[in-house]
């Protein structure tokens, strides 16, 4: 039995539990479809318990693999309204919403350097790295993917001195500071440099995934 029901069922009343089952029967059906590469059924199955459930104890995990899917499809307004609408949320769901988002707009900005919003979209992609480094600083793909970032950026506007000796003028106070991440990010990167862009996009800027199920915790 899966960790996240067994927790639920701590706080339901007997008559709560037959719905929480049904809606984790829903739920762990179309996370075996979309791991098993069937993302249309995987996501007839989210948009059912989202219908059937509105307040399901698995929304957020539904919504957030909902937007996996999409981005996967290439539906970036969709997931990444979806994505929007998660990142409040504490722990993993909230953290990789952020990175998710972030890979959207850096995806889009590489696809076309040469688009007026260019550098616009490379540092809104850098804000939502830093917003999952906040919440996980061992997040390991967004520490790679905002050195990325933050280097193409670079290549057009160089950093500025910061005034007075305080922060610069796009460092807000609560976030961590434009920066290079680590010696071991940057040798990580530069070791890659030779890479083609598709290459490039396809092995660092790939959503999170959705969020695994354990086998062994699986069956009822």
């Known amino acids: 039995m899966h960790r996240l029901a067994i927790a639920l069922f701590a ?3 007997f008559s709560d539990i037959p719905s929480a089952v049904r809606q984790y029967q829903i739920f762990a059906d179309a996370y075996d479809r979309q791991r098993n590469g069937d993302p249309g059924a995987a996501s007839r199955g989210y948009a059912d318990l989202l219908a059937r459930y509105p307040g399901s104890f698995f929304r957020n995990e539904a919504l957030f693999d909902l937007a996996v899917i999409r981005q996967a499809k290439g539906q970036t307004q969709q997931a990444s309204a979806i994505y929007a609408g998660l990142q409040a949320v504490k722990g993993p769901i909230g953290v990789n919403a952020a990175y998710n988002q972030g890979n959207l707009l850096a995806t889009t900005a590489f696809a076309n350097p040469k688009a007026p919003d260019y550098p616009a979209r490379l540092r809104n992609a850098l804000a939502f790295y830093r917003r999952a480094l906040t ?3 061992n997040h390991a793909d967004a520490r790679i993917n905002y050195e990325i970032v933050l280097r193409a950026l670079r290549t057009i506007e160089p950093p500025r001195a910061p ?3 305080g922060q610069g003028a ?4 609560n976030q961590p500071q434009q920066q290079e991440l680590s010696s071991d990010v940057s040798n990580l990167v530069l070791g890659n440099a030779r890479q083609d862009e598709g290459q490039m996009m396809r092995k660092y800027f790939r959503p999170a995934p959705p969020r695994q199920l354990p086998k062994e915790e699986k069956a009822w």
């Open 135 to 137: 919440g996980d600083p």
């Open 170 to 173: 796009g460092s807000p106070g």
């Open 163 to 165: 005034a007075g000796g």
């Open 11 to 13: 706080f339901l009343t």
